[in-house]
């Protein structure tokens, strides 16, 4: 049923109310931690946060444009 799938939901909400109202509204303002001033008070508040890392391990290959040809 529908209430089968929303339950992983409400038992989060249920668990740590105050750390997933914070999730639901970073994600409807489209809050990026790692900018300021959001990263500032993270950092003052003493939480640790994991940060995306900006630059990303691609093996060896470029990450920038690639160009292809079609015959």
Same mark, same amino acid.
């Given at each position: 049923? !529908? !209430?089968?799938?929303?339950?992983? %939901? !409400?038992?989060?909400?249920?668990?740590?109310?105050? +750390? !997933?109202?914070?999730?639901?509204?970073?994600?409807?303002?489209?809050?990026?931690?790692?900018?300021?001033? %959001?990263?500032?008070?993270?950092?003052?508040?003493?939480? %640790?946060? =994991?940060y995306?890392?900006? +630059?990303?391990?691609?093996n060896?290959k470029?990450?920038?444009?690639?160009?292809? =040809?079609?015959?």
């Amino acid at each position: 049923m !529908f !209430f089968d799938e929303l339950t992983p %939901v !409400f038992r989060e909400l249920a668990g740590h109310p105050i +750390a !997933f109202l914070g999730g639901l509204v970073s994600g409807v303002l489209r809050l990026n931690l790692a900018d300021d001033p %959001v990263k500032s008070w993270l950092d003052q508040q003493g939480g %640790v946060a =994991s940060y995306p890392s900006t +630059a990303s391990t691609t093996n060896g290959k470029n990450s920038g444009p690639q160009s292809i =040809s079609i015959e």
